[in-house]
């Protein structure tokens, strides 16, 4: 019987080592594939499947990001039973793949997607013939020694990040030794460089060679001195944030669960989006388990949609604690918009795969009396015209992609061939930092508001008087 989860002292034996592989009889072990986009694939093989002799995975498949398919999960990582290591597969190759190799079960390990798409790729995979899993919370948890805040989403774009360094300035106001630890984004293409990253200064930007994508996570945590975990590997990263923090924040992505048990569960909602908090995989597995559950950016939702939001939550998760929350939107120079063509740049999660039409740089230019937000689609090149094609929902705004150089100098070029007065920039970073434009961008900072910040500070409160 296999372990429900993998404790540290199995995680850590060779179980075989590649001398001895050519003993072991394949044909007894079920094949697997794993279907991902870097990020919860990798987390389910290593707790789960690595050391795990009744299977044989044989491949991931990857979608979402690009060029992320044709890479090798390396030696490194897959351990001594794949001492080539797992080829990593377009996802549009799956069903030939599990014809070709005979796959007898297909685990599903992506987020931030409605059901009927996640239903959608059942269908195919049991058309060809394997069975389709789901893998939950016990079998992928890791249990730290430290307590443990986790902060998940419903959704890409509900305000997340800015509810999780809110919570870390608090606790290390108090005193405290804080890490957070980011749900993963290793987008380059050698693997084994990114296994265990911790984020302080601008340079480990560079050194790992960050897209900026993980730059808008990782930059605002090095803006207030704090420290930020994350890569491949997320027992080594809880390890290493163990040896100096107190306490652990898991800062999560998308709208997955955590990777570590919680000691307690703040999900964000977002009215917005109303309906999303049960209608979207694993975003209402977020809302089910969470202890506190925010409504986040009722400052600019109609009370309508704020009321569904909440009436859902009650209705699945009646135990939970709902707090409202503010999403402050700073601009800097916010007077240069008033009366002038603005391009806005978003937040490229959010707008894309997060399904929003409009982010933080929108609010900006409308609050602050543009003449004209312009549409950027005809003035796009290569992959970010691919985006917008993609994206069809997207109009106004122009999606802050950057997942290699390439597409960074085709964001630039995107940028410096529109027809606009001045740029308003919604994404977390400071893209002056990392392109050259012949344009203005004025930076929109966005956190929370005063009120929230109080909640937030007895949740805080509350939280540490619990572990005493």
Known sequence: MINKILSRKVYKQKIYTPNKLGLLSMSNRKKIIIMGAAGRDFHNFNVYFRNNKQYQVVAFTATQIPDIAGRKYPYELSGDLYPDGIPIYPENDLTRLIKEYDI????????????SYVMEKSAIVNAAGADFTLLGPKNTMIKSKKPLIAVCAVRTGCGKSQISRKIFEILR???????????PMPYDMDLTTQICQRFATYEDLDKYNCTIEEREEYEPYIDMKGVVFAGVDYEKILLEAEKEAEIIIWDGGNNDFSFYKPNLLITITDPHRPGHEISYYPGEVNTITADIIIINKVNTANKENIEIVRNNVKKINPNSKIIDGISSVIVENSELISGKRVLVIEDGPTVTHGNMKYGAGTVAANDNNAKEIIDPRKYAVGSIKETFDKYNHLTNVLPAMGYGKKQIDELEKTINNSECDIVVSGTPIDLNR???????????????????????????????????
């Open 173 to 183: 106001k108090k005193g405290l030794k804080v890490a957070s630890i980011r749900h």
């Open 434 to 468: 990392i392109i050259k434009t012949n344009k203005k961008i004025l930076r929109v900072t966005y956190g929370v508001g005063e009120l929230t910040s109080r909640e937030l500070e007895k949740i805080v409160n509350d939280f540490i008087k619990n572990l005493s």
């Open 104 to 115: 007898d079960e297909v685990i599903f390990a992506y987020s931030d997607l409605p059901y």
